[in-house]
């Protein structure tokens, strides 16, 4: 190896270090703007969803709808009527027999068991 290439390997390496900072430092930033911009739509997007929704409410009959089904709310003349879920019902009309109780825990039957001892003895 002569020494001239020994001096340009050497300033070809200073330059290559000289340039990695800044080079490391320009893609954190172009990664940094490309996650705001993501965020930056999706931002735009939920603004776009609630002004979608906040049109909806301008229409009366969206608004009747709302009170109807959140709070149970009708017009005067009309009649309410809630269905009941009656799962116990609904399992005997389907053929379904309910699951049975699940067993009593270990410490009921310890505490019967000492309940039981107690009533012998007198």
Do not use: C, H
Not at 35 to 46: M, T
């Amino acid at each position: 190896m002569s020494g001239r290439t020994a001096v340009i390997a050497l300033v070809l390496s200073a330059l290559a270090l000289s340039y990695a900072y800044p080079v490391r430092t320009y893609l954190e930033q172009r990664a940094e703007i490309d996650a705001l911009r993501d965020s930056q739509e999706a931002q735009s997007d939920r603004i776009d969803a609630l002004e979608t929704e906040r049109a909806r409410w301008d229409d009366p009959e969206y608004v009747k709808t709302q009170a109807r089904d959140r709070l149970l709310l009708v017009e005067p003349g009309s009649e309410l009527i809630i269905i009941i879920d009656d799962p116990e019902g609904a399992a005997a009309d389907a053929g379904i027999e309910p699951e049975p109780p699940p067993p009593a825990p270990w410490y009921d039957d310890l505490w019967d068991t000492f309940n039981e001892a107690d009533q012998i003895g007198q």
